[in-house]
């Protein structure tokens, strides 16, 4: 994909293609509209490099109730499934 914005919209901005990168990605993350995985791709980053970024701007993870439900349900599962039960 590429973008292309009016140089007088820039204005003294001087972002490297990798930095528009990861600020696309931290973007759409906050506002929801992509996961944390597909943000740290869109970002170029590995996903705990990603995080850290977030962390280091004082964005907290968008952590849902389901996300939660979903994750002990997961973890119910792999135990259930180690432990032969």
Do not use: W
Request: one cysteine or more; charged letters at 25%.
């Amino acid at each position: 994909m590429t973008i292309e914005l009016p140089d007088q919209e820039m204005g003294n901005l001087r972002l490297t293609p990798e930095q528009a990168r990861l600020e696309l990605a931290v973007g759409l993350y906050v506002g929801r509209q992509i996961s944390l995985a597909r943000a740290a791709r869109i970002a170029g980053e590995d996903y705990t490099a990603f995080m850290h970024e977030l962390g280091r701007r004082g964005i907290c993870l968008n952590y849902t109730v389901a996300d939660v439900e979903h994750d002990m349900r997961m973890v119910d599962e792999l135990c259930g499934k180690s432990t032969g039960q």
